[in-house]
Nanobody, 126 residues
Framework: QVSVTESGGGLVQAGGSLRLSCAASLHPFSDYAMAWFRQAPGKEREFVAG????????DYADSVKGRFTISRDFNNNMVYLQMTDLKPEDTAVYYCAGERTASHRDVPTSANYAYWGQGTQVTVSS
């Protein structure tokens, strides 16, 4: 059964850090590029960070470059988003997504991923 499940959201003060986790029941895990998206109230879902099939390529939205780091653990089918120096504008529901890609270097940035989690709320207070 395919499933994608996020955890690790919460309330944090500006300047603080959080690590989001994503458990992905996608097999084989190495066939899938994985990504994090976020959606704030009244806004469209936007790409935050992505990682290619074998972790050879990562991509980030300009707004999070240098502050967020995406990684994946092939032993446990996990994806992580380490977030540092959080800002109030980072407040959103964060979603983990998976997409099977042909190339091991592809990191799709559009929201056309096949598999999505239910989301986890991140709130950054000023």
């Amino acid at each position: 059964q395919v499933s994608v499940t996020e955890s690790g959201g919460g309330l944090v003060q500006a300047g603080g850090s959080l690590r989001l986790s994503c458990a992905a029941s996608l097999h084989p895990f190495s066939d899938y590029a994985m990504a994090w998206f976020r959606q704030a109230p009244g806004k469209e879902r936007e790409f935050v960070a992505g990682i290619s099939r074998y972790s050879s390529v990562t991509d980030y939205a300009d707004s999070v470059k240098g502050r967020f780091t995406i990684s994946r653990d092939f032993n446990n089918n996990m994806v992580y988003l380490q977030m540092t120096d959080l800002k109030p504008e980072d407040t959103a529901v964060y979603y983990c997504a998976g997409e099977r890609t042909a190339s091991h270097r592809d990191v799709p940035t559009s929201a056309n991923y096949a598999y999505w989690g239910q989301g986890t709320q991140v709130t950054v207070s000023s």
